[in-house]
């Protein structure tokens, strides 16, 4: 077969896949995913009711609470004077509770007053259960009368669902025992139902469905999806669990009509465009691309499965693949050339690169790790274990005076004491060294996993990862330097870092600041604050042309120290150069911090006004939140 009936082929059965594909995606995916945000919505819409719901539970109870907790309630249950009721039981104190049903009984559930009001007219309004006997006999109330405890919930009644809160009559100032029960609450009628669909901005409406139906206490809900609406119903239960009431929602299906009109509308458009594409490409491909571009894939194939690289295209033509050809032919010797000098000289430039940077790293871990050893060494060296030893010998031995013997025994007393502070000293010298011991494992499996893998990136929040840093430096610099974490590092919240790596450069920066104190008696101060600098992502006009900028994250490291010459701030990057001595410092510390940074993607700068004006280093990263961290892992 032809080339050119081949391209025909496939283009046309590519074309047909895409077809395929594009009416799967639509018909499985883009409608579907118009559907769940619909139903997502109405859940949302649903949940909002429920959180509406609990609010006026919560404001009943504060207002049951203060009745239950007043101290002239707690006087009427004792004296039962008919005063407090006519001072404050009225219509118009129910009214402004906003409230239809009051109830006061005593410890053994029985009433002692009771008034219910119609919110529509503002009379008074009998309820059955302010008119019976006592307190309403369900096993919730029962057991929170027992109790005293304040209880809420649902109850069905002869007017509908009552939302009711009852709390236990106290001492006004909570205390008890309980005299009795406060009950407060509001019907939940029509109007209350749509007052409460205003404030969840929903379509509320009631299906007055209370039953005995057992209900497992938890609210349950139904979706039901129509064409044009979905319906959503919610059961809530009732004090013991029957259900009291059902709320339902309708939620128009503009969602899912609006989808499908832009879904077929583009679909429409791309088979078309998609026609007029495959007509226009098979005839430009015809005429003059494809039996040039088959010679010059055959090559490249070739090409590409061998080592060598000494075979040339020399395709004679003096067009656009022509010149593909001839740059193709070049760009090989190129390689080629590049090939054998990039051989003999990148594997040990990289392995000693990076050995360097890792030995830095962890000589910069081991210090504190190697003085709290010595720490613990002199610790253990000082315990008198002679003495105690003597003491023990003569103490078995017997035959010794009662004031020989005592003295002994307060010696063992203060020697045990001693060896108690002795251990509990080690203790803390101990967890010093398995905290240096696991963060020396973390480089090293830090390092490991970098020369097989890209980059893991780890939430972490600024104001830890800065002071887990500063454990790495040995005790002796950091007792050098005042650490001053600026608020703003708080402020940026939780961001996601090659945190193993970056660590090890705020080590680094830390040591320097150390290092470049005064020392004039006083400590010098490291003061640390973070600010995030949208869009500025890209560092240099290629990254620019491959896609947005990005913001990035900046780490200000500012000390107070001796400062930085003019001339040497574009050197403190290089390898091998140091203003400090050469014995203690190897040069290479701000260098591998510079080239770890920039292999992240950001930059590490530095500001200096001059000699004994301080120094400040800038340590610009990309800044990744939880969702755009989650696809650099996978990537």
């Not at 790293?361 to 010595?374: D, E, H, K, R």
Request: some cysteine; hydrophobic content about 45%; proline content about 3%.
């Amino acid at each position: 077969m032809k080339l050119h009936a081949k391209v025909l082929a496939l283009l046309v059965a590519l074309f047909a896949v895409l077809a395929v594909a594009q009416f799967v995606v639509e018909q499985r995916m883009l409608l579907p995913s118009f559907s769940a945000l619909e139903r997502q919505a109405a859940h949302q819409d649903m949940d909002r009711v429920a959180l509406a719901i609990e609010r006026e539970v919560q404001t009943l109870s504060v207002i049951t609470r203060d009745w239950g907790n007043w101290v002239e309630t707690w006087d009427f249950m004792r004296t039962r004077d008919m005063k407090f009721a006519q001072s404050n039981l009225s219509l118009a104190e129910i009214a402004s509770l906003q409230i239809n049903a009051l109830g006061v009984y005593d410890t053994e559930g029985r009433i002692v007053l009771t008034l219910g009001r119609d919110g529509a007219t503002g009379l008074p309004m009998d309820i059955d259960i302010l008119i019976d006997h006592g307190v309403p006999q369900t096993r919730a109330l029962g057991a929170a009368l027992r109790r005293g405890q304040e209880t809420s919930g649902f109850l069905s009644t002869d007017r509908g669902p009552l939302l009711f809160v009852m709390a236990p009559i106290l001492d006004g100032q909570a205390r008890g025992p309980a005299r009795g029960m406060v009950l407060m609450g509001k019907l939940v009628n029509d109007a209350a139902i749509a007052s409460l669909g205003e404030r969840a901005k929903v379509r509320l409406t009631s299906v007055h469905a209370p039953g005995t139906t057992p209900f497992a206490g938890e609210e349950h809900e139904q979706l039901v999806e129509r064409d044009a609406v979905t319906e959503i119903y919610r059961d809530i239960p009732d004090i013991d669990g029957a259900r009291a009431l059902r709320l339902r929602i309708d939620v128009p299906r503009t969602i899912s009509a609006s989808g499908s009109r832009v879904v077929h509308y583009a679909s429409a458009w791309i088979a078309g465009i998609g026609a007029l594409v495959l007509v226009l490409g098979l005839w430009l491909l015809d005429r003059s691309v494809l039996d040039p571009l088959g010679r010059i894939t055959r090559h490249m194939t070739a090409m590409g499965g061998t080592d060598d690289l000494s075979a040339r295209l020399s395709l004679q033509r003096q067009d656009e693949l022509g010149d593909l050809a001839r740059e193709f032919d070049h760009m090989v010797a190129r390689l080629a050339d590049a090939q054998r000098r990039l051989l003999d000289r990148s594997y040990e430039a990289g392995v000693a690169q990076n050995a360097s940077g890792v030995l830095h790293n962890l000589g910069n871990a081991m210090t504190p790790l190697c003085v709290n050893i010595s720490a613990l060494q002199d610790l253990l060296r000082n315990v008198p274990t002679a003495d105690i030893e003597t003491a023990l010998r003569e103490l078995e031995q017997g035959g010794i005076e009662d004031e020989r013997r005592a003295a002994l025994l307060e010696f063992l007393r203060l020697a045990c004491r001693e060896l108690l502070n002795c251990v509990q000293a080690a203790q803390q010298r101990l967890d010093s060294v398995a905290h240096g011991s696991a963060l020396i494992q973390s480089v090293v499996a830090a390092q490991r996993s970098e020369s097989r893998a890209t980059t893991l990136l780890e939430p972490v929040q600024l104001p830890a990862f800065i002071a887990d840093s500063a454990t790495l430096v040995a005790a002796e610099l950091r007792e050098r330097l005042v650490l001053l974490m600026d608020t703003s590092l708080a402020a940026v919240g939780e961001v996601w870092l090659a945190r193993t790596a970056l660590q090890q450069v705020v080590q680094n920066l830390i040591v320097n600041a150390a290092e470049a104190a005064r020392g004039n008696g006083s400590r010098g101060t490291l003061r640390i604050s973070a600010s995030i600098i949208a869009g500025t992502g890209h560092t240099d006009a290629a990254a620019n042309a491959a896609g947005p900028a990005r913001d990035m994250l900046e780490l200000r490291f500012s000390d107070d120290g001796v400062g930085i010459a003019a001339d040497h701030l574009g050197l403190v990057f290089g390898r091998g150069f140091s203003t400090k001595p050469g014995a203690t410092n190897s040069g290479i510390g701000l260098h591998w911090c510079a080239n770890t940074t920039l292999a992240l993607g950001g930059h590490l700068a530095v500001e200096s006004a001059g000699p004994q004006c301080g120094a400040t280093f800038l340590l610009m990263l990309p800044l990744q939140r939880a969702a755009a961290s989650e696809l650099s892992q996978v990537a």
